[in-house]
């Protein structure tokens, strides 16, 4: 059993960063590769960004490449998503989920734990 908790959202104006944090409990962390995903209103929930359980292996969609970066820290059990020139169409409920495999790490359905979310609110 895995438990995730998010912080670091808020409001933010256009152009700004964000630091969003995922805690996880458990001591197999390494375990498990790690997403970022977001629900904008009336929307589904989107892939944003992948690392991998070693941290080698990171990915992102095309609507935050270059912006957004994601990173783990495995001695604190936390994986992180520096978000950078960020825009009002960022505004969303961020997840961070946890998979241990299978299936795409860019779908929803392949995560075995979820997060809360945490609100981000990009003003223009």
């Known amino acids: 059993q895995v438990q995730l908790v998010e912080s670091g959202g808020g409001l933010v104006q256009a152009g700004g960063s964000l630091r969003l944090s995922c805690a996880a409990s458990?001591?197999?962390?390494?375990?498990?590769?790690m997403g970022w995903f977001r629900q904008a209103p009336g929307k589904e929930r989107e892939f944003a960004a992948y690392?991998?359980?070693?941290?080698?292996?990171?990915d992102y969609a095309d609507s935050v490449k270059g912006r957004f970066t994601i990173s783990r820290d495995s001695a604190k059990n936390t994986v992180y998503l520096q978000m950078n020139s960020l825009k009002p169409e960022d505004t969303a409920v961020y997840y961070c989920?946890?998979?241990?495999?299978?299936?795409?790490?860019?779908?929803?359905?392949?995560?075995?734990?979820w997060g809360q979310g945490t609100q981000v609110t990009v003003s223009s």
């Open positions: 989920g946890a998979r241990l495999g299978g299936g795409y790490y860019w779908s929803v359905s392949s995560y075995n734990y």
């Open positions: 458990g001591r197999t962390f390494s375990s498990y590769g």
């Open positions: 690392i991998s359980g070693s941290g080698g292996i990171t």
